[in-house]
């Protein structure tokens, strides 16, 4: 990531005006790096910083917690429960995405 961040950041070819992030349910380090990073860019050059959840990014399917439970998005909120993971991508048209203000990690269980 932060190879790809430099490049973006320096090669002058890119004017960044807007950062989306998926701010979880996933790794706890991982969200936290990403978030800190993403974060900082943000300040620094002055754009827009927005989450999504990692639901919107994989058609709603259950996201690997670890080696045997999934987080499931339910009707009463996000659940780890023994489920197949499902397949990320990007949206072909990122107006699609339900961007959000709040781009604190999303831990769903608290992080030990």
Do not use: H
């Not at 991982?30 to 300040?43: D, N, R």
């Not at 009463?76 to 048209?93: C, H």
């Amino acid at each position: 990531m932060v190879k790809i961040m430099d490049e973006i950041l320096n090669d002058g070819k890119f004017n960044l005006q807007k950062i989306i992030y998926a701010n979880g349910p996933g790794s706890f380090m991982g969200v936290k790096v990403a978030y800190v990073v993403l974060k900082t860019i943000s300040i620094v050059k002055e754009c827009e910083f927005y989450a999504v959840s990692g639901f919107e990014l994989n058609g709603g399917a259950p996201i690997r917690a670890n080696k045997k439970l999934s987080f499931v998005d339910t009707p009463e909120g996000i659940k780890l429960q023994k489920a197949q993971a499902g397949e990320f991508g990007l949206p072909q048209n990122l107006a699609v995405l339900n961007l959000n203000l709040d781009t604190l990690p999303n831990y769903v269980i608290q992080a030990v």
